[in-house]
């Protein structure tokens, strides 16, 4: 068995990648299946009773393209059903049969976290429900964009890196894209932590830039005309902007058609490219996640929450206000269960803090009804659920205190109304 069981899993409409957390090296490894090859194509095959994935299933395609699948993200994403032989498959099924085949040397997955191009509610629920049927604990499977991966990366690398603005190009068979990664700054004037985010700054097609890729048109003006154009492409992304690092992606990246662009990104900043950037950064996530690593910057994007919900509590003998809901959280990831002891209280207050205003919000739920007995004899139960983006609904539960007291019927709601990510994320400047 392969050592690692903290994973990232870079998953997109091609190809996969897997690299885990290496204890000796104390980082991630990528996996490689063959001699310089880290992407396994997103194929899964089925002959004479065996599945075949990647290469070996790329290659039956060559020879009966009939019992191969392609296009299985999509396909999963779509909710499709495959005929395989004489069987109609769910796509969702398959996938988690071509997920579960590139995992097989690794028998104890503490920990899993899938990279996309692109993420939402669809995207999460379905590779989380693979996680759990590949035997992960659904509390440490997580999903997160490309952006984000580059994000989570970023903070594992030297700070000088990232000190000012760090700027990825990533380009494949069809586009070039720019993104930045960039701090923010809170309108409430919250100055203990970090926020950051990475946006999409530019973009062109394959035909703006004329000739990128000179090995499927290797003349050699195309290729000087290319690499002017990504330099002009280059030179607008870094207009009035300081700059740290730079890191390049992407198969079309991977002949070194771009010279003149090169001293253009190398000037006065470290410059790297490689593929591996999205799984590792996957890997790091996982890392945080199951170690429990709560410093570092706080990512946030259009998906994510910018309010705060908080209750006052002791935890670990010391008074806080402690959020049951975190800033940079998704709403439909936002859920969660606690049990707690209360003091002698009629009531509970509810903070909730917003990056985007200065203005606090206070609801308050009253425990009338509830029966009264001595201090921390009284055990409640705090669920949070979101029903939307805007709309949290908490439930505070007498769950009694083991033998000494049964539980009662008590039981309150409270729904708390929040701005919504529409909009509040692009005030921060």
């Not at 299933?57 to 779509?78: C, H, T, W």
């Not at 394959?206 to 290729?223: C, G, H, R, S, T």
């Amino acid at each position: 068995m392969r050592k690692g069981s903290i994973l990232g899993y870079d998953l997109n409409e091609k190809n996969c990648q897997i690299s885990y957390y290496d204890e000796r090296k104390d980082e991630p490894e990528t996996l490689k299946f063959a001699a310089g090859h880290y992407q396994i194509p997103l194929m899964l095959g089925y002959l004479k009773d065996r599945w075949v994935y990647g290469r070996e299933a790329k290659y039956l395609e060559e020879q009966n393209p009939s019992l191969v699948i392609q296009d299985l993200f999509g396909k999963a994403m779509r909710r499709e059903k495959v005929r395989v032989g004489a069987r109609l498959r769910d796509a969702v099924w398959l996938l988690a049969k071509f997920i579960s085949l590139t995992l097989t040397d690794y028998d104890d997955i503490q920990c899993i976290t899938f990279s996309t191009p692109v993420t939402n509610v669809d995207v999460t629920k379905m590779l989380k429900g693979i996680g759990t049927y590949l035997g992960v604990d659904k509390e440490n499977i997580y999903v997160q964009d490309y952006r984000e991966s580059f994000c989570q990366y970023m903070f594992y690398q030297p700070k000088e890196l990232w000190q000012y603005e760090s700027a990825l190009f990533f380009c494949d068979g069809q586009v070039i894209k720019a993104y930045m990664l960039r701090k923010l700054k809170a309108a409430n004037g919250v100055n203990d932590e970090m926020f950051v985010t990475v946006d999409e700054v530019a973009s062109a097609h394959i035909q703006e830039l004329e000739a990128i890729y000179p090995f499927v048109n290797p003349d050699m003006e195309q290729v000087r005309d290319a690499d002017e154009s990504f330099k002009t492409f280059i030179q607008s992304v870094f207009e009035k902007k300081v700059v740290s690092s730079v890191y390049l992606t992407g198969e079309g990246f991977e002949q070194k058609w771009y010279p003149n662009s090169q001293k253009v990104l190398c000037n006065g900043r470290r410059a790297f490219s490689g593929n591996n950037l999205y799984s590792k950064g996957a890997c790091y996530t996982s890392l945080r996640k199951y170690r429990n690593y709560g410093d570092g910057p706080i990512y946030l994007d259009e998906s994510r929450m910018t309010e705060r919900i908080s209750l006052r509590m002791r935890v670990g003998g010391k008074e806080c206000w402690y959020p049951v809901v975190s800033w940079g959280t998704r709403w439909y990831e936002a859920d969660g269960q606690w049990e707690v002891l209360l003091e002698d209280t009629s009531d509970i207050e509810i903070h909730v803090d917003t990056l985007v205003g200065d203005e606090m919000q206070v609801e308050t739920v009253s425990l009338e009804g509830l029966t009264e007995r001595k201090d921390y004899s009284l055990r409640l139960q705090i669920e949070v659920m979101f029903l939307d983006e805007r709309t949290c609904r908490m439930i505070f539960k007498d769950v009694g205190f083991g033998e000494f007291f049964a539980a009662t019927d008590f039981q309150v709601e409270k729904e708390i109304y929040l701005g919504g990510i529409n909009g509040q994320f692009n005030s921060m400047s």
